[in-house]
């Protein structure tokens, strides 16, 4: 299968540059040619399969033409070592739990699968990668464990410095080996834009190679499709119809969810759940997209002001903005909005919310209709924001897991930079 760029300037490539490149020439987002739905076989036996199981089927109509079958398995089959439960919060209203994972969130799933589709390009090509990514969270921390160790890749987390929680920082900031820290003295706006320029920058590309394992790179976000598949899988009243509620910053999840429904996925619409930043909540009323500097919630994961995978969204629907709103509604709540759905869902229904499934919940909560379930993404352990959250619920409320605690025990190493791109070229030119 080809990929082309949301810019339509550059020529279609392969699976495998659109991985390696992560961006495409003209700074476009690479899209796949075309969507294969899912057979209706499929959907009559999907409650039946695992979430390997049923995740390897769809895995096949995205990379099937590309990747060994028996390749693509293993692949799969390696990445989901963990599943993602179904819970009932409320009525009719369920949390889709991602937080199952070695790093306790939903990236876990599109950056382990990255890590080793990226490992199986490697292992044919002999060459060292450099993998740039931009974290406001929980990107940094999945894709550094996700590619711990890899052979030929080499990775570097670029985080806005004391805008991450400390667990957060501690997950992409201990490791070591292939694993480096960049704390930016910025926002994650501008840590995603210093990755995007480099990508730009063709005499760096001639010296080194990297790749981009954001939700920008097509090998991290089309993963995630595979539990919206699992999700619905799990339901066991399939007649009414489904709403998912996604905490939205950079987008690349609710566009998984938009294309899970392009392949044939029952999904009656989606709600673009916003903390303060809300450029995407502002545009569906508009019809205008005007990005911002970002600005810093209690959801920091979603503190995003000019969301990358937007562009992706108005790829699949042709810029029309009506076809954008008749599949997705949004959301957007306050700090103060946030912490009262916390205390609220934690005393009455006994369920521990992170600040961003909060934000999902609640729009859910005020939005669902008669003869709908909600789906809402829990797209982090609420142990990932332990001082957010204990404000909220009191302290010694918020059960650390151990895979957790273990990152707690090491020791930060960071390298400070400044939002200055001719600073961090200097850094990646020493690189061999």
Known sequence: MKYYSTNHKTPDVTLELAVTQGLAADRGLFMPERIIPMPE???????????????????????????????LEKIVFNTLTFDTPLVEVSDHIYSLELFHGP???????????????????????????????????????????????????????????????DIQEKQFTTLGQN???????????????????AFMDEALKQKITITSANSINVAR?????????????????????????????????????????????????????????????????????????????????????????????LDLYKNDHQAISNEMTGTTYTD??????????YHTRGYLLDPHGAVGYR?????????????FLETAHPAKFTETVEEVVGKGNVPMPQRLQNFMKGEKLSIQFPADYESFRGYLHELE
């Open 41 to 71: 076989s499929f959907f009559r036996n999907i409650s039946s399969m695992s979430f390997q199981e049923l995740s390897f089927e769809v895995a096949k109509k995205f990379f099937g033409e590309d990747i060994p079958e028996r390749t």
């Open 103 to 165: 790093t306790s969130a939903f990236k876990d799933v599109g950056a382990r699968f990255m890590a080793r589709l990226l490992s199986h390009f490697l292992g044919q090509e002999k060459k060292m990668v450099h993998v740039l990514v931009a974290t406001s969270g929980d990107t940094g921390s999945a894709v550094a464990n996700g590619f711990l160790g890899v052979p030929g890749i080499r990775v570097h987390v670029l985080y806005p410095k004391g805008k991450v929680s």
């Open 179 to 197: 694993i480096t820290a960049l704390e930016i003295d910025g926002t994650f706006d501008d840590c995603q834009a210093l990755v995007k320029s």
């Open 221 to 313: 976000f089309l993963p995630q499709a595979f539990y919206y598949f699992n999700a619905w899988a799990k339901l066991e009243d399939k007649t009414r119809k489904v709403v998912f509620s996604v905490p939205s910053g950079n987008f690349g999840n609710l566009t998984a969810g938009l294309f899970a429904k392009r392949m044939g996925l029952p999904i009656s619409k989606f709600i673009a759940a916003n903390n303060l930043n809300d450029i995407v909540f502002k545009y569906l009323k508009t019809g205008v997209y005007e990005p911002r500097p970002s600005v810093s919630t209690i959801a920091n994961a979603m503190d995003v002001g000019d969301p990358s995978n937007f562009a992706r969204i």
């Open 336 to 345: 103060d909005q946030i912490r009262e759905t916390l205390l609220s869902v």
């Open 363 to 375: 729009a859910l909560a005020e939005l669902l209709m008669d003869g709908e379930t909600g789906i």
